[in-house]
C-alpha cells in the first residue's frame, strides 16, 4: 500500500490532495444536481483515463445540466454543440474561410476546440456527421485541408443521446460507439430525488444560473495531472489482466452476442478500473474494481442478436450473467 502522504511519483500530497479535490467534485456537481452519482463518478473516470462518455437517458433528467455543471466544477472551457438532422461535419471541427482582406483562406476552429465538448442529442444527426468527431476522439486532432491541428489537453466528449426506440434518431456507427470509454445511464430519479429536484425550484434555482447556485470550482488541470501519474503507477497483477481478458473473451463466445468486446475493450477495461482502483484509495487492482467497472465499459461494445432483443435480454443482463459465471482470482 502506498503512504497516503504521498503520491506514487514520491511527491508529498500531490496524490493526496487531487484526491480529496475529485472527491469535492460530488459536494460541488450537488449544488446543481440532484442524485446521478454513479454517472458524477463515471465522468470522473473518464477525466482520469481520457477517456469519452456517451450519456443515455429519456429527455428531462438533466444530462446537459450535469455536463455544464462538471465544467464549472472543475474550471474547464465548455462548449454545446446541439446535434441536429441538418448539421454539417465543418459545424463541429471548422472550415477554411475566405479573408477577402488578406485573399486568403484561413481556419475557423469549430467548437470542437475547448476542453469539455458536450455533444448534445449525438444521436438525432446522420452518421456522416456524427463520425466528423471520430479523429477528434480518436487521436485528439483535426485535420482540415490536409492539415492537423491539435486539440486542447484535457479534452473529453460528452455526448448525450435519446434511447434509440425514440423517434428521429439515428443508431451509432460501432466505430464510434467503441471510441466511447464509458456509456452511463441516467435513470429518472427516485420519488424523494424529484421531490428535492422542486423544492429548489420552488425556492428560485436556476439551471442556467451556476454561478447562483453557489457552484464553484473544486479542482482544475493540476489536480487531473497528479491524479493521472499516480494512477499510471496503480499496480495490475498477472491475475487481474487474465481476469480482464478471460471476461472479455467470454463476450465473443456467448450465444446471445453477434458482437463482443475487441481487445480495445479489454484495454479500456483496464484503464477504468485502474482509476476507480485509485480514487478508491488503493495502488492495486482487485477484482471487484472490475466488476464495478464492467457494465458503464462493455456495454456499448456488445451486440445483441435480434432474437435475444426480442425475449427482452439487454446487454447488461448477458455482461451481468458473464460476471457471474467467469472464475474470479483469488
Same mark, same amino acid.
Given at each position: ?12 500530497? =500531490? ?10 467534485? +460530488? ?17 470522473? @473516470?473518464? $477525466? ?12 428531462? @433528467? ?5 455536463? +455544464? ?13 446541439? /446535434?441536429? %438532422? ?6 463541429? *471541427? ?10 486568403? /483562406?484561413? #481556419?475557423?476552429?469549430?467548437?470542437? #476546440? ?23 476522439? &480518436? ?7 490536409? *492539415? %492537423?491541428?491539435?486539440? %486542447? !489537453? %484535457? #479534452? ?8 434509440? &426506440?425514440? &423517434? ?11 471510441? /466511447? ?11 424523494? =430525488?424529484?421531490?428535492? @429536484? ?6 428560485? /434555482? =436556476?439551471?442556467? =444560473? ?13 489536480? $487531473? !495531472? ?31 452476442? *453477434?458482437?463482443?468486446?475487441?481487445? +480495445? ?14 480514487? *478508491?484509495? +488503493? ?6 474494481? @472490475? ?17 435475444? &432483443? ?21
Amino acid at each position: 500500500m502506498m503512504d497516503p502522504t504521498t503520491d506514487n511519483a514520491g511527491h508529498p500530497g =500531490d496524490a493526496a490532495a487531487a484526491r480529496s479535490a475529485l472527491e469535492g467534485l +460530488r459536494a460541488e456537481i450537488a449544488k446543481a444536481v440532484v442524485g446521478q452519482d454513479p454517472a458524477v463518478t463515471g465522468l470522473v @473516470v473518464a $477525466l482520469l483515463c481520457r477517456g469519452h462518455v456517451l450519456l443515455e437517458g429519456v429527455p428531462g @433528467v438533466a444530462k446537459t445540466l450535469l455536463v +455544464r455543471t462538471l465544467a464549472a466544477a472543475l474550471e474547464l472551457d465548455t462548449k454545446r454543440v446541439q /446535434f441536429t %438532422p441538418d448539421l454539417m461535419p465543418s459545424d463541429v *471541427t471548422g472550415s477554411l474561410v475566405y479573408d477577402a482582406r488578406t485573399a486568403a /483562406f484561413s #481556419f475557423q476552429p469549430g467548437p470542437v #476546440f475547448t476542453n469539455l465538448l458536450l455533444a448534445d442529442e449525438i444521436n438525432r444527426t446522420p452518421p456522416k456527421t456524427q463520425s466528423s468527431l471520430l479523429e477528434a476522439m &480518436e487521436e485528439r486532432q483535426v485535420t482540415v485541408d490536409g *492539415t %492537423p491541428r491539435a486539440l %486542447p !489537453d %484535457p #479534452f473529453l466528449v460528452i455526448a448525450t443521446q435519446n434511447p434509440v &426506440e425514440y &423517434e428521429g434518431t439515428y443508431p451509432l456507427p460501432e466505430a464510434q460507439l467503441d471510441r /466511447f470509454l464509458l456509456k452511463l445511464t441516467i435513470p429518472l430519479p427516485s420519488r424523494q =430525488d424529484e421531490i428535492d @429536484v422542486l423544492t429548489r425550484h420552488a425556492a428560485g /434555482f =436556476d439551471p442556467r =444560473d451556476l454561478h447562483a447556485a453557489g457552484v464553484h470550482p473544486a479542482a482544475g488541470p493540476a489536480d $487531473l !495531472d497528479a491524479a493521472r501519474a499516480a494512477i499510471a503507477k496503480t499496480t495490475v497483477s498477472p491475475e487481474i489482466a487474465a481476469y480482464v481478458v478471460d471476461l472479455c473473451r467470454a463476450t465473443r463466445e456467448s450465444p446471445s452476442l *453477434t458482437l463482443g468486446v475487441s481487445p +480495445r475493450g479489454a484495454t479500456a477495461l483496464l484503464s477504468t478500473s485502474r482509476a476507480w482502483a485509485w480514487l *478508491t484509495g +488503493r495502488d492495486y487492482v482487485i477484482p471487484d474494481d @472490475v466488476k464495478a467497472l464492467a457494465l458503464p465499459t462493455l456495454r456499448h461494445r456488445v451486440q445483441l442478436r435480434p432474437e435475444a &432483443e426480442m425475449e427482452g435480454v439487454t446487454a447488461d443482463s448477458v455482461i451481468n450473467a458473464i460476471l457471474a459465471h467467469v472464475p474470479v482470482p483469488r
